[in-house]
T-cell receptor, first 113, second 112 residues
């Protein structure tokens, strides 16, 4: 059974650029959630995708957007990067339904200069 | 507002000593409560969770946590800490197992 994988591991961008982060969910999972973890902070929920549609969103601006594909993998896109977007971006997959544990990937470290 | 507070930013213990990490939450509905651990360069790993029932829950790696509704707390404990327990620990709350609200974390350092 393959766990949650994320790519790339690290990424450096400059302010104003756009970035795409990728996540492959664990086998059998149909739901992907994205979290932002700034340095020294806990993860913050960005949004969740289920059946290729957004299924809940945290307090993040529209320049944070996502996709989920038929194979349940997912992308997080961030436009017009700002310095404060520098963070570890975590993807978690789960099987939709109450009490189903979500499993986290190792994250993508994004640095915005 | 829904929130999680972990009052201890950094805790240092000796190997073999007991451990208690504090967590307080504010949540309108009956919460699901979680403790996760994060080692450097790793994602989050679930240690234990509370949904309902027995307020003392057992998790992996010898950890346990007690839900106290009257105190809005869900403290994590371990009777004897191992050097490999050094990591960042996060308490989280939610209405389900996802879309979680996390605390700011407690960094645990273990001395031999």
């Amino acid at each position: 059974e393959t766990g949650v994988t994320q790519s790339p591991t690290h990424l450096i961008k400059t302010r104003g650029q756009q970035v795409t982060l990728r996540c492959s969910s664990q086998s059998g999972h149909n739901t992907v959630s994205w979290y932002q973890q700034a340095l020294g902070q806990g993860p913050q929920f960005i949004f969740q995708y289920y059946r290729e549609e957004e299924n809940g969103r945290g307090n993040f601006p529209p320049r944070f957007s996502g996709l989920q594909f038929p194979n349940y993998s997912s992308e997080l896109n961030v436009n017009a990067l700002e310095l404060d977007d520098s963070a570890l971006y975590l993807c978690a997959s789960s099987l939709q339904g109450a009490a189903n544990e979500q499993f986290f990937g190792p994250g993508t470290r994004l640095t915005v200069l | 507002a829904q929130s999680v507070t972990q009052p201890d930013i950094h805790i240092t213990v000796s190997e073999g000593a007991s451990l208690e990490l504090r967590c307080n939450y504010s949540y309108g509905a009956t919460p699901y409560l979680f403790w996760y651990v994060q080692s450097p360069g790793q994602g989050l790993q679930l240690l234990l969770k509370y949904f309902s029932g027995d307020t003392l829950v057992q998790g992996i790696k010898g950890f346990e946590a007690e839900f106290k509704r009257s105190q809005s707390s869900f403290n994590l404990r371990k009777p004897s800490v191992h050097w490999s327990d050094a990591a960042e620990y996060f308490c989280a709350v939610g209405s389900n197992t996802d879309k979680l609200i996390f605390g700011t974390g407690t960094r645990l350092q273990v001395f031999p």
